[in-house]
T-cell receptor
Framework: DADVTQTPRNRITKTGKRIMLECSQT?????MYWYRQDPGLGLRLIYY???????NKGEISDGYSVSRQAQAKFSLSLESAIPNQTALYFC????????????????FGPGTRLTVL | QKEVEQNSGPLSVPEGAIASLNCTYS??????FFWYRQYSGKSPELIMS????GDKEDGRFTAQLNKASQYVSLLIRDSQPSDSATYLC??????????????FGTGTRLTIIP
């Protein structure tokens, strides 16, 4: 079974609709992240959470909100979807940083392809 | 603005040759560096991490880090058609321990020619 799962894998919706993307992980990591990927722009961080009670805005949080329901679950919402939110969305997880090495590796889910018409 | 720069390519390399991918970053204090491989339409897959100056080898892959010059590179020896993908460089440029997060380059598209 995959360590990081995302649902749905594909979604087509209309402008103005509310959309929720879900992420679950079995890796036991405290840290979870939401990214979007657009052609030519690379991966950009939307929101991240270092534990259940911690939520932080990333580089491009406008138009998005998140909820950390449990250590293993982190969901991303688009309250009123617009066409320029059409993108590939990835969830990722990582362990707490190592004292000697610093940041630990991030592991990605399979992604959700979202199209807003 | 903290940045990670990669040549977008495409980089074409004959099968069996060495592919060399380069990445530069803007923050001199960065400590953690990662290379991800991403096939079209798929999620990024971690292939190398490096934290200290010098070379780190793992199978056909070698990561090279030079903090003084602020660049990190990835060498792929004996390139195979299955290595054709986009390679993403990622750097942690946060200075506060416990607040780490990654900044990604836009990726280099690599094509291995049979």
């Amino acid at each position: 079974d995959a360590d990081v799962t995302q649902t749905p894998r594909n979604r087509i919706t209309k402008t103005g609709k509310r959309i929720m993307l879900e992420c679950s992980q079995t890796k036991g990591h405290d840290r979870m992240y939401w990214y979007r990927q657009d052609p030519g722009l690379g991966l950009r961080l939307i929101y991240y959470s270092f534990d259940v009670k911690d939520i932080n805005k990333g580089e491009i949080s406008d138009g998005y909100s998140v909820s950390r329901q449990a250590q293993a679950k982190f969901s991303l919402s688009l309250e009123s979807a617009i066409p320029n939110q059409t993108a590939l969305y990835f969830c990722a997880t990582s362990d707490f940083p190592d004292n000697l090495r610093g940041m630990n590796e991030q592991f990605f889910g399979p992604g959700t392809r979202l199209t807003v018409l | 603005q903290k940045e990670v720069e990669q040549n977008s390519g495409p980089l074409s390399v004959p099968e069996g040759a060495i592919a060399s991918l380069n990445c530069t970053y803007s923050d001199r204090v960065s400590q953690s560096f990662f290379w991800y491989r991403q096939y079209s339409g798929k999620s990024p897959e971690l292939i190398m991490s490096i934290y200290s100056n010098g070379d780190k080898e793992d199978g056909r892959f070698t990561a090279q880090l030079n903090k003084a010059s602020q660049y990190v590179s990835l060498l792929i020896r004996d390139s195979q058609p299955s290595d054709s993908a986009t390679y993403l460089c990622a750097v942690n440029m946060e200075h506060v321990f416990g607040n780490e997060k990654l900044t990604f380059g836009t990726g280099t598209r690599l094509t291995i020619i049979p």
